[in-house]
């Protein structure tokens, strides 16, 4: 929302502040401040006096314009909305426009240009289309930033639609600056009008849609252009003045943030109605569409047809024309969520919607309709009937909180005098009407439907005292950490590892497609959990694992010429059994190519070998893999990751359909761990040894065996051998002949690489070659294997 300087000095004395500081009042105040919009330096009114054509260029024009110097400037331009006697925006040179592009005088296509006519957009505005013609009455030579003031762009939250006004928000500057208001002759002198209450010529069908609707008639009035100053107010923030009537609704609006909307009474037949519309009824707007309507929606009806989509906008075949005479003004309290619903769902949003949408004063709408009618009798011509007609609830039901000063002290942390707290709280127009026992009754201002609970009252003191100004007090200590600390944790410490050998970690959605659930390579048997209500068909159940999204991901990757693809997500699982259960997981994804060492200088896909590389580099100790019993469609080989005998999770490595289907040049290995299993089984905390003092020996062995041995039956074999010397062993040959020629093909050959190394003393060859030989003995003893 777009708020002018000029027009909150009508309500408020700002003469003491420079822009930024009121840019600080209003965010102490809680309003966020988007922006601060000027007018650039060096931007003149300007009038044009001469017109020729370009002599080389058929869509530039030569323009003479008057400048209040001696001699009149020339200019070349490109826009064509323009006459001689037109006053416009005239950049001088060394004007700066457009994000900061500075005007020079150069030549265009040979002819000097001695600075540039402005459209609105090039002045920070909307409307582009063409130059901006300002009012005749402007004085040429004036800076446009003497005439269209300072402007705050401001976002203001949901909870406030009582700041979606100029008087809102002079309202809070006024409070947190201990400022009063001024009296404004538009709202705080306006006649008491006789209210009388019509149910038959106004018929609302659903009291909860809208709670009160009121007419306001003014015959004889004479539609022209707004005088000068209502048109400069609503050109400051971005409106277009359409004509005197429209443009008093407009400025009510912004005003005191009541909508409003005027109908030409002579297009009106019969009563007027507030119903639901009529399934498939159509409706043209203002904006020129037409829309289809559904019973849900809201509109404003004569015996005909449709004169407006309630609260939204108005009809075009309903509107003031310049031949109107009469017209009714609408002032009215819809239902915020009616309003949202319908503007949401046909995709027609308006300053009016907005602000019903989060809720307007239901005690102003009877006085924004009394300020639109002065304003249209003295700016029209118009004669104002003495009754409002209306229909519904007029007298609304006052609030009030009941809040314990003590406990306010007590919350805040401040030492704060009752005194005090009625000035602050009485600036919000929140006023004390009684006290007893130290409990005080606060009547809640109509505008205020955000206070509802003592709470909200503390907020407010402690926003206008100064978050600031609350002293700092420690109120416990820490505490121990939770399972959920302790996850966290955890999960941060693999993130830092994985990052650091070149993993990137993904974010997906906890919800994927029937179709994706047989990706869930890595994950349990467990059935998926379907959604009873889904979004859509791509959002049908819970995940049971992350496999699926790290799978659409690579192929995202891989559509984009990635080859290298080294991915991981943590996340929430979810299976059912019994009930539905949901574990933390991490998933691990590699394919492409990786260079394995320095000498290797030909790049080589990744494979099941690298995967164990990096799951023991995550983990920090020795695992296993075993090949799994159960295998997916859509994989290829499946293993199950064994940590000190506890399955912590599964591998496998993609079937080649499936890695066609995502166009991979590469074979995929993925892998998921069971995160709470893995955190019972090891320790995140950094271990340290000491660097070996005294040189190691290796001895490597070669040995013959079935091929129903695996590696993991050699590891633990070899583990399982009690050696105090046996520091570590690897596996660094594989060899089998499928056609028998050199090794039966019944058999494989393994060779490994044994470590020895004493911590307490240099070892000598005998003893090494003594716990060497019953390593061998215990490799012939527990295996079928023969040493070559």
């Known amino acids: 929302m777009k708020v002018s300087i000029d027009w909150l000095g009508d309500h408020i004395d ?3 502040y420079n822009d930024d500081e009121i840019s600080d009042l209003l965010t102490f105040s809680g309003i966020e401040v988007e922006g601060i919009i000027k007018y650039p330096d060096k931007v003149i009114v300007a009038k044009i006096t001469e017109i020729e054509k370009h002599p080389d260029a058929d869509k530039l024009q030569v323009c003479q314009v008057a400048d209040g110097g001696k001699t009149l400037r020339q200019i070349v331009c490109g826009a064509t909305n323009f006459s001689i006697g037109d006053k416009v925006p005239l950049a001088l040179p060394g004007a700066s426009v457009m994000d900061n592009f500075v005007i020079k005088e150069a030549k265009l296509r040979g002819v000097e240009s001695r600075g540039m006519l402005c459209s609105q957009a090039e002045l920070g505005g909307l409307d582009g289309d063409g130059l901006w013609i300002l009012p005749s009455e402007y004085e040429i030579g004036t800076s446009l930033n003497k ?18 006004s100029h008087v809102g928000v002079a309202r809070e500057l006024a409070a947190v600056c201990k400022k009063s208001l001024k009296n404004h002759n538009n709202q705080e002198n306006t006649s008491n009008p006789l209210i009388k209450t019509n149910e038959e010529n106004i018929k609302i069908e659903d009291n909860q849609l809208c709670s009160l609707y009121t007419l306001r008639r003014i015959e004889n009035v004479k539609i022209e252009p707004s005088p000068q100053w209502l048109q400069s107010k609503l050109e400051s923030i971005g409106l277009r003045p359409i004509n005197n009537v429209v443009d008093i609704t407009n400025y009510v609006m912004m005003e005191m943030g009541q909508p409003l909307h005027a109908f030409d009474s002579e297009k009106i037949t019969g009563d007027i109605k507030v119903r639901k519309a009529n399934k498939e009824e159509t409706f043209k707007a203002l904006d020129g569409n037409e829309y289809k309507l559904q019973p849900e929606d809201l509109v404003i009806s004569d015996e005909n047809e449709a004169l407006a989509l ?11 024309t310049d031949k109107t005479k009469e017209v009714f003004i609408e002032s009215a309290h819809f239902n915020q969520s009616a309003i949202r619903k319908s503007s949401k769902k046909l995709g027609l949003s308006s300053d009016s919607s907005y602000r019903f949408e989060r809720g307007v004063d239901p005690a102003q709408v009877v006085k924004a309709s009394e300020m639109a ?5 003295d700016l029209a011509g118009g004669k104002i009937f003495d009754e409002v007609i209306t229909c519904g609830t007029y007298d609304f ?3 009030s909180i009941q809040m314990h000063l003590e406990k306010c002290k007590k919350i805040l942390g401040f030492n704060l005098e009752k005194d005090k707290m009625t000035e602050i709280l009485g600036n919000l127009g929140i006023i004390a009407l009684s006290h007893e026992d130290g409990i005080t009754d606060w009547s809640i201002p109509s505008f205020r439907n955000d206070l509802t609970r003592p709470e909200d009252l503390y907020e407010e003191v402690a926003r206008i005292l100064g978050i600031e100004k609350i002293p700092s007090i420690q109120r416990g200590w820490f505490s121990k950490p939770s399972d959920a600390d302790k996850l966290h944790d955890f999960v941060g410490h693999f993130s830092d590892k994985l990052s650091s050998i070149g993993f990137h970690e993904t974010r997906s959605l906890k919800l994927i497609s029937e179709s994706q659930i047989s990706d869930c390579i890595c994950s349990s048997n467990k059935k998926a959990v379907g959604l009873k209500n889904p979004l859509s068909d791509d959002l049908t159940h819970l995940r049971p694992g992350l496999i699926a999204s790290l799978l659409r991901i690579a192929e995202r990757n891989i559509h984009q010429g990635t080859e290298t693809l080294r991915l991981y997500e943590t996340g929430t699982v979810f299976t059912r059994g019994k009930e539905i259960e949901e574990r933390q997981n991490i998933g691990l994804l590699i394919s492409g190519p990786q260079n394995r060492s320095w000498l290797n200088k030909k790049p080589q896909a990744a494979d099941f070998f690298d995967l164990s590389g990096v799951l023991e580099r995550l983990i920090g100790e020795s695992i296993l893999l075993s090949p799994s019993e159960s295998k997916g469609e859509n994989t290829v080989i499946s293993c199950e990751i064994i940590l000190k005998d506890t399955i912590i999770g599964k591998a496998a490595q993609l079937s080649p359909a499936r890695s066609r289907r995502m166009d991979a040049n590469f074979p995929i290995y ?13 320790s995140t905390m950094d271990r340290f040894t000491e660097l070996p003092k005294f040189p190691s020996i290796r001895r490597d062995i070669s040995m013959e065996l079935p091929l129903d041995i695996t590696n993991n039956k ?4 070899l583990n399982n051998i009690n050696s105090d010397i046996l520091k570590s062993f690897e596996l660094f040959d594989y060899f089998h002949d499928e056609s028998g020629e050199k090794l039966n093909n019944e058999k494989k050959s393994l060779a490994y690489s044994l470590t020895y190394r004493s911590d307490e003393r240099t070892l000598k060859s005998e003893e090494v070659d003594k716990a060497h030989n019953e390593v061998l003995k215990e ?3 527990n295996l079928d294997v023969n040493f070559r």
């Open 779 to 781: 490799l012939k003893k």
């Open 397 to 399: 039901p006052p609030r």
């Open 373 to 377: 009618a002065q304003l249209i009798k």
């Open 714 to 717: 050699i590891i633990s074999t």
């Open 147 to 164: 005439i269209y003031p300072t402007v705050f762009d401001l976002e203001i939250t949901p909870n406030r639609p009582d700041c979606l």
């Open 310 to 320: 309630a609260g939204i906008m108005g009809g075009a075949n309903s509107g003031v």
């Open 670 to 682: 993925t892998a998921e761990l069971d995160l709470a299993i893995i955190m019972e089984k090891i």
């Open 14 to 16: 700002l003469s003491d």
